[in-house]
C-alpha cells in the first residue's frame, strides 16, 4: 500500500511540475529572454546641439535576428533630416525619420517624430553617434531652463521564429517608409537612467524693459530727424 501511496504523490508532484513549467514558459518567452540584448545610452555636448551614443550588445542567440532601435522624439528635440541623410549616404548609418522635420518651429509648434535606426549585421556589440537637437522654447515668466524629456528607445527584432507577442508595425528599412513589418518588441536592459536635458529659455520678464527702450529710442530718433528738418532753411 505504502509504496503505492508514494508513486501517486510522486506523479501528481511530477504532473504539477510540468505545467508550472509550461505555463511560465508561455510567459517568459524563452526565446525572447535568450536575445539577451542590453543597450547603454549616454548623451555628449551641451547646449542646443547634441549627440546620442549608444552601445548595443547581445548574446550569441540572437546573431540571426535583424535588429532596430526605434526612438520616439518628444517635441523639445529634433533630428534633422539633412544631416541625416548625409550619414546615411556615407553609410554611416541607416537611419530612417518617419515624418517631415520642421528644424526651424520653436517646441510649442513642433510635432513629435520617430526615428528607426537599422543596426547592421554585428557579432555582439556595436556602437553608434547619432546626432541630434534641441529646440527653442517658449520664453516664461521669469526664463531659466526648460525640460527636454528623451525618451526610452525601443529595440525592435526580426527573427526567424517570432518571439514574442508585443507585435510592432514598422518600415522595414530605409528604402520605403510605407512598407511594413512585423518587429517584436524585445525587452532588453537598459544599463542607463532615464534622463532630461536642459535647455535655456528667453525671459519674459525683461519684455517690458526691451519694449519701453525700443520705444523711447524710436520717439528719439523721431525728435532729431524733425528739429533737423526744421532748422534746415528751405
Ligand atoms: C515596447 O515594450 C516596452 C516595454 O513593454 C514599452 O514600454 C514600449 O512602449 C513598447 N514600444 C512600443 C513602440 O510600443
Given at each position: 500500500m505504502k509504496p503505492l501511496t508514494l508513486q501517486i504523490v510522486k506523479y501528481g508532484l511530477f504532473v504539477l511540475f510540468i505545467t508550472t513549467c509550461t505555463t511560465a514558459n508561455k510567459d517568459l518567452d524563452p526565446k525572447c529572454k535568450s536575445l539577451n540584448v542590453s543597450l547603454t545610452q549616454k548623451i555628449d555636448n551641451e547646449g542646443f546641439h547634441r549627440q546620442l551614443n549608444w552601445l548595443l550588445e547581445r548574446g550569441?542567440?540572437?546573431?540571426h535576428c535583424k535588429l532596430a532601435i526605434r526612438l520616439d522624439i518628444s517635441k523639445e528635440m529634433y533630428m534633422n533630416p539633412d544631416e541625416i541623410a548625409d550619414l546615411n549616404r556615407l553609410n554611416i548609418s541607416e537611419i530612417l525619420i518617419d515624418r517631415d522635420v520642421d528644424?526651424?518651429?520653436p517646441a510649442h509648434l513642433a510635432e513629435e517624430h520617430t526615428a528607426y535606426i537599422y543596426i547592421p549585421p554585428f557579432l555582439d556589440k556595436v556602437s553608434f553617434n547619432i546626432p541630434f537637437h534641441l529646440r527653442y522654447q517658449k520664453a516664461q515668466i521669469s526664463g531659466g531652463f526648460g525640460k527636454v524629456p528623451v525618451n526610452k528607445p525601443t529595440i525592435l527584432a526580426i527573427c526567424p521564429?517570432?518571439?514574442?507577442?508585443?507585435e510592432i508595425r514598422a518600415p522595414?528599412?530605409?528604402?520605403?517608409?510605407?512598407v511594413m513589418c512585423a518587429w517584436d518588441n524585445v525587452s532588453y536592459q537598459a544599463l542607463f537612467d532615464e534622463m532630461e536635458l536642459m535647455v535655456p529659455v528667453g525671459n519674459l520678464d525683461d519684455y517690458p524693459l526691451v519694449s519701453i527702450i525700443t520705444l523711447l529710442l524710436g520717439c528719439a530718433g523721431c525728435i532729431y530727424t524733425l528739429s533737423v528738418l526744421s532748422t534746415t532753411p528751405l
Amino acid at each position: 500500500m505504502k509504496p503505492l501511496t508514494l508513486q501517486i504523490v510522486k506523479y501528481g508532484l511530477f504532473v504539477l511540475f510540468i505545467t508550472t513549467c509550461t505555463t511560465a514558459n508561455k510567459d517568459l518567452d524563452p526565446k525572447c529572454k535568450s536575445l539577451n540584448v542590453s543597450l547603454t545610452q549616454k548623451i555628449d555636448n551641451e547646449g542646443f546641439h547634441r549627440q546620442l551614443n549608444w552601445l548595443l550588445e547581445r548574446g550569441p542567440k540572437s546573431v540571426h535576428c535583424k535588429l532596430a532601435i526605434r526612438l520616439d522624439i518628444s517635441k523639445e528635440m529634433y533630428m534633422n533630416p539633412d544631416e541625416i541623410a548625409d550619414l546615411n549616404r556615407l553609410n554611416i548609418s541607416e537611419i530612417l525619420i518617419d515624418r517631415d522635420v520642421d528644424i526651424e518651429a520653436p517646441a510649442h509648434l513642433a510635432e513629435e517624430h520617430t526615428a528607426y535606426i537599422y543596426i547592421p549585421p554585428f557579432l555582439d556589440k556595436v556602437s553608434f553617434n547619432i546626432p541630434f537637437h534641441l529646440r527653442y522654447q517658449k520664453a516664461q515668466i521669469s526664463g531659466g531652463f526648460g525640460k527636454v524629456p528623451v525618451n526610452k528607445p525601443t529595440i525592435l527584432a526580426i527573427c526567424p521564429q517570432s518571439c514574442s507577442n508585443t507585435e510592432i508595425r514598422a518600415p522595414c528599412d530605409t528604402r520605403n517608409y510605407r512598407v511594413m513589418c512585423a518587429w517584436d518588441n524585445v525587452s532588453y536592459q537598459a544599463l542607463f537612467d532615464e534622463m532630461e536635458l536642459m535647455v535655456p529659455v528667453g525671459n519674459l520678464d525683461d519684455y517690458p524693459l526691451v519694449s519701453i527702450i525700443t520705444l523711447l529710442l524710436g520717439c528719439a530718433g523721431c525728435i532729431y530727424t524733425l528739429s533737423v528738418l526744421s532748422t534746415t532753411p528751405l
